[in-house]
């Protein structure tokens, strides 16, 4: 088994490099999305298809186990360090500004990608997951369409030189607060009434626990904070879990509950770098090898194509009405409706959860896989040239 995980991941860390660096493919598809591609040619429906027992010999049950459960502890730490990194100092300083972007920037394309959910059941019900009600389906597609991913937004800024400027520091705020709305929403959609009190007795401990925490953190020197901080990832993923809530939701608690001030912020740049780098391309592996084409390859590419006009449509919209609202200059609702409609992680995290919990199926989520890569390569492309041309209408 041991020869065959190391093949396994000489495939998947070798293959997406060797596109990426020899197709020059960064412009319209970063190293992620070039990723997250292979992962789906990898998976059952593809490389499985043509080759069944290559398929089966690299990704034999062995080998997905193991490597679903490195895929599982990288991004748990990656949605922790999302969580960390919120900043509801400065969202509450600029919260008439913040809280009528980020509702508007959420809600149109949450009622989009409903709309668009309510029309794939209309059609064929088996878009739904085994243990879903209509409402969860919807609520979760929905919310699948509105996710901004803040984590590989902070990635594209820094590469668009506008990360630590104004216009880059607005778009965090926004794509913060939209990130909280994102886990409450995924809260409400796994919430199960036959655990309602392990759900109860999971958010009373987690307050009383917190608590304690802090209290803990403020008063140890930084070495120790950063070891006890992924014991306590560790048990609030597992509370959650046992809760009923999925262990992603602890995760994403454990970091928003943290100060990013007790930490050194670059060196949680260069953990979220190293662990792009070193894990989560085993998580994209794993996410290409649960993809499924069963109701036919051009059903769920109209599928994707309806989401992705729900997304980016909605999106877009959402910040240009609050642009109207808030009276920003001519250019500035593109590019942050550009910007905030990138997917990518989050929105696969999302999906996965929805598909662990059976609230999608198996093709609706891979034409959620699809929509999420379309979105994060239309990022870049259509926003570079926008700064530019709102950097020249600037005077001086």
Same mark, same amino acid.
């Given at each position: ?93 600029? +919260? ?28 064929? +019900? ?28 902070? !990635? ?16 965090? +705020? ?44 403020? +008063? ?12 306590? !990832? ?72 309806? !989401? ?89």
């Amino acid at each position: 088994m041991t020869e065959t995980l190391l093949i396994a991941m000489i495939v998947i860390l070798g293959a997406p490099y060797a596109i990426w660096r020899l197709g020059r493919t960064d412009y319209y598809a970063p190293l992620v999305v070039v990723q997250i591609l292979t992962g789906i040619v990898l998976g059952p429906g593809i490389l499985g298809a043509a080759f069944p027992e290559v398929y089966q010999r690299v990704f034999n049950p062995e080998v997905s186990l193991a490597l679903s459960g490195i895929a599982a502890w990288a991004v748990m730490v990656f949605v922790w360090i999302a969580g960390i990194e919120l900043d509801l100092h400065e969202a509450w300083a600029k +919260r008439r500004d913040s809280a009528t972007t980020a509702s508007l920037a959420m809600g149109v394309p949450l009622l989009f990608g409903a709309l668009a959910a309510g029309l794939m059941l209309a059609h064929d +019900r088996s878009w739904m997951g085994a243990s879903a009600t209509s409402w969860q389906f919807i609520a979760g597609v929905g919310m699948a369409c509105a996710v901004t991913a803040l984590p590989i937004l902070i !990635l594209f800024m820094e590469k668009l030189d506008i990360l630590r400027q104004p216009l880059g520091q607005r778009v965090l +705020r926004y794509a913060s607060l939209d990130d909280i709305a994102i886990w409450a929403v995924l809260a409400l959609v796994l919430l199960d009434f036959d655990r309602l009190g392990r759900q109860a007795v999971f958010l009373l401990g987690f307050a009383a626990t917190t608590v304690a925490m802090r209290w803990t953190f403020v +008063r140890l020197p930084e070495s120790d904070r950063w070891y006890l901080a992924l014991i306590w !990832l560790a048990a609030c993923g597992l509370a959650a879990d046992w809760a009923g809530l999925h262990y992603m939701v602890g995760a994403f608690l454990a970091g928003v509950v943290m100060d990013g001030r007790w930490f050194n912020r670059e060196r949680m740049d260069l953990l979220r770098h190293h662990l792009l780098l070193v894990a989560m391309p085993v998580f994209f592996l794993s996410t290409g090898l649960r993809t499924q084409w069963a109701m036919g390859g051009w059903m769920v590419f109209a599928a994707a194509a309806l !989401l992705l006009l729900a997304s980016v449509g909605g999106k877009l919209l959402g910040t240009h009405l609050a642009g109207r609202v808030l009276g920003w200059a001519k250019g500035e609702a593109g590019i942050i409706g550009w910007l905030l409609q990138t997917k990518a992680l989050i929105m696969i995290i999302f999906a996965n959860i929805l598909l662990d919990r059976a609230v999608i199926s198996s093709t609706t989520f891979t034409a959620l896989l699809l929509m999420a890569v379309a979105s994060t390569m239309l990022s870049v492309p259509m926003v570079a040239p926008r700064l530019r041309a709102l950097a020249q209408s600037r005077p001086g």
